[in-house]
């Protein structure tokens, strides 16, 4: 006599459901994870895939071997982090190639570029209206920065950066750029001079300003008197960091950087951070 099956409790049907649920969740959940993983990632995992299976291409530009090894070693240490540009006037127009701003061999691109727009009290880039709105056409966190003399007057150089920027959602803080010091004006009068220009700028724009200096101008002089402000340190030295003591939010490692968008040698910089993290450092 052939048994008959039995019927499958109605608490034992939820129970499997249950559990395929479960397995689907954490299937979707691992996905999620990989895609997420795989977007912070994609610039590491895309000079790894370039370097070891793209084609070579050879550069226009050269560097001696031993800063063409000193910057390749700092982009593969920082292939996770966000890369940059600044440019000038020194850089003219016909010389960029606004769709091919990226560095090693294509693998990494050239996310934010930050412009020189005003010097001193009146001068102004001649390229600073034109590039600046490339870098928004074109899809780039763009930055713009002043040059500070320190023999003129704080209050008439911070006027003119405002009269000549007007700053968006997206883009990145007014940039201060510190090299020299005054020969007219004390130490002591040069740093107070700083923080009228900074207070002017930060009253105006509501944001704080990203600092930039070198590293030995920040060590000897600013140290100290600036420590609230982001900084932007450049340092050229064979060194894994540009700073080992100070919390630095930009690294400017270079300024014979060559890309495929750009016919001269560029300062390139690392945002120690991904995209998403580098909102810190734009206007809201």
């Keep these: 006599m ?6 499958k409790s109605k608490s034992k049907i939820k129970k499997n459901k249950n559990r395929s649920y479960l397995f689907i969740s954490l299937g979707l959940f691992f996905l ?4 997420l993983v795989a977007l912070l990632k994609k610039n590491q995992i ?6 070891y299976f793209g084609e070579k291409q050879a550069p226009k530009l050269t560097n001696s071997p031993f800063e063409t090894q000193r910057i390749n070693k700092i982009i593969k240490n920082y292939s996770d982090k ?3 540009l600044d440019i000038s006037h020194y850089q003219e127009r016909e ?3 606004w769709e091919k701003l990226t560095i090693s061999n294509g693998a990494i691109p050239l996310d934010f570029i930050v412009l020189r727009a005003t010097m001193g009290s009146d001068g102004k880039d001649k390229h600073f209206a034109h590039y600046w709105e490339k870098a928004k056409k074109h899809g780039l966190t763009r930055g713009a920065y002043h040059f500070y003399r320190p023999d003129e007057d704080p209050v008439t150089q911070a006027d003119s950066y405002i009269r000549s920027v007007t700053l968006s959602s997206g883009d990145m803080r007014p940039v201060l750029d510190v090299e020299k010091l005054p020969k007219t004006k004390s130490k002591e009068q040069f740093i107070k001079d700083l923080h009228i220009w900074i207070d002017i700028i ?3 724009y509501g944001k704080k300003p990203i600092l930039y200096t070198y590293y030995h101008f920040y060590k000897d002089l600013l140290k100290g008197h600036f420590d609230e402000f982001p900084l932007w340190m450049a340092n050229y030295n064979d060194v894994p960091q540009p700073s080992d003591t100070d919390p630095w939010k930009i690294w ?4 014979n950087g060559i890309s495929d968008g750009i016919e001269t040698k560029i300062d390139l910089n690392v945002y120690n951070g991904n995209k998403w993290e580098m909102r810190e450092l734009l206007i809201d």
């Design 2 to 7: 052939a048994k008959r099956k039995r019927k």
């Design 32 to 35: 999620l994870a990989v895609g």
């Design 46 to 51: 895309m000079y790894y895939y370039t370097m």
């Design 82 to 84: 966000t890369f940059g």
């Design 95 to 97: 010389h960029i190639n």
């Design 202 to 204: 930060e009253k105006h």
């Design 252 to 255: 400017q490692f270079t300024e």
